[in-house]
Each structure stands twice: as C-alpha cells, then as structure tokens.
C-alpha cells in the first residue's frame, strides 16, 4: 500500500522534544511526498476529528520549543470500543494510511487498541519524561527534566547550605525512579529515595538517619539535600519532614519541582533523540513495519514490538545502583 497521508499525534503527558519529533517526522514525510497531518489533543483529536495539515514551513523554528504545537491530553473515553471505532472511522475517512503516536505507555496501549479497528500501520515514538518505556535506552524529553532538576537542585542547595537544613526534593517519574536517581546523582545530593528500592517509612526512616548521621560527624554545619520520587512516601512528606524534625532537631523544607520537569526547551539529546525517532518512524513506516515503538538503543534506532514494550519492566542502570552508597556517603 502506498503511503501518501500519514497522521500524527501527542498523547499523554507533553515532553521537550515532541515539537522536534513533529519537525522531523514532516520532514522525512516531506521529502518523501507524503503529506502530514496532525490531529489535536491526542486521541480526542481523532475521535472528534480535529485535525491541522502540517507542512515543512509549518515547523520552521520548531525544534527548540518546548511543549507541543498539536496540544496533548489523557483520553479517557480511549478505554471504550465505541470511541476507537470512532476514530479508526475518521481515520479512514481522512484518507490516512498510517499514524504516528507521539507519547508513554498509555498511549501506544490505546495505539495497540486502535489496531484491533484499523488495518494501516500505526507506530510509537516514546515520549515522556519519566523514560519508564521498555525497549528504549531514553525517552523523548528526559534528558531535559533531568536538566532541569539538576539546575533547580544546585540553586536549592545554596539556600540549604546557608541555613544549614535539609531539604526533600520531590521529582517526577510517576512510578519510576530514573529522574530521582540520575538528577541526585547528577547534582551531588546526599540521599535518594526510589519506587524500585523504597521498603517502608520506618526502614527507610532509618536509612535517613543513619546516612545523616554519618555525614554530621563527617562534615558539620552543612545542609542535606534528599531527591525522592513522587508519591512514594506514605501520607505525603509533611510526615517525614516532621519525622525528620523530630529526630534531629534540624530544620527541614519540602520543594516539589512538580512540572516545570516537563517545560522548558528540549536539551540537545531531546532534540537528536526526537529528530532520529522521527525520521526512524516515518522510514519504518515505509517499509512497511506496524505495531511497533521506535526506540534507541546505544544510539541507533531500532523497531521495538508494541507487545514487548507493554510486557517488560525497565530497570534502573545497575551500574548506577552499585555506586549510589559510595557517591552520597561522605562528599
Ligand atoms: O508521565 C509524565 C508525568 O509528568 C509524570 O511524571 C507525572 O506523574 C504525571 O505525568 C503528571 O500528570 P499530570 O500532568 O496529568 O498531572
């Protein structure tokens, strides 16, 4: 079948890098005369047919923006057979011989659905910062979240040092760890809590504790700084700042980053990542693959099947694991 109108979405949670992922894809389709179309707010967009036609003029000045031009969302009504009927429906009527799903998990999920009602090829391209997608070294979009709380966690650090406090630093990732660990890491933090490794409050109230402890008789007088997924501490953090006032009498103060993770202008490695998968998926396309997540691995991109994207956990680099206690002990 020839390719001579494929369509793109972004779908779930927006991630710097989906416009330079857009860019690349109306590019590469482009070249190659097929003309692009991109529907609004992710899956809505195809079930109230809502679309625009892109073309290369269209994203011009485009790779360094943050957010997304199409606009995205979260469709719940993706979950119901009517719905995906509805926009494999539309689909065909528009003419569209392939779609493209910009987006995380739940988006190629209703991307797996929508093939259940439509024959044409439809292909993912990981987009999320929490880079919690089997089958792909890196996530559209991650990089910059961590850019971004690595630059927020320097500047807390300043104001922690001169008080003397602790400070818990909450960070997305939905139920991943990799922003908490990398952006830790990265900016020199003291503790790091992760889904993957949490036990209980109480252990790992003692972990804190014997950690701030080591480090007290180490070095005297400076601040703490602790990165810790979302959602992770149970009750919230009000209960291990208290905890933590309790026990040691220091001062403690909550920042939650929150998303200001997903904004800002992609760092270089977005931008590259999003412009390879781009081009990746509209070639693949091409060659007639389906049912497949562009991924990167070691560089190079590669087809992933939907199927082992949904059925595989990704683990965090064990490499990184191995050195955390080494790296956050004393320095
Ligand atoms: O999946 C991306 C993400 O930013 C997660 O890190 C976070 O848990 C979630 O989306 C927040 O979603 P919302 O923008 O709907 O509040």
Redesign the pocket.
Known sequence: MALKRLAVITS????PGMNACIRAICLTAESQQIEVIGYRSGYIGLIKQDYIKLTSSMVHNLIQRGGTILHSA?CEKFRQDEYVKKAAENLNENNIDGLIVIG?NGSFKGAEKLGEYWDKPIIGCPG???N?IAGTDYTI?YHT?IQTAVESIDKVRDTAEAFERIFLVDV?????GF?ALNSAIASGADHVLLPETFTSAAEELVKILDKLDKRRHHRANSSHIIVIT??LWPGGLNILKDSLYAETGVDVRILTLG?V??GGSPVWQDRLLATKLGDYAVTAMLNGESGVMAGVRSALPVSVEFKYVHNKDKNLNPYSMKMLDTITLLG
């Open positions: 779930g949670g927006d991630a979260r995380g999320t910062i929490d919690d979009g979240a997305m990732g939905r139920e991943a922003i979302e959602n998303h993770q997903r």
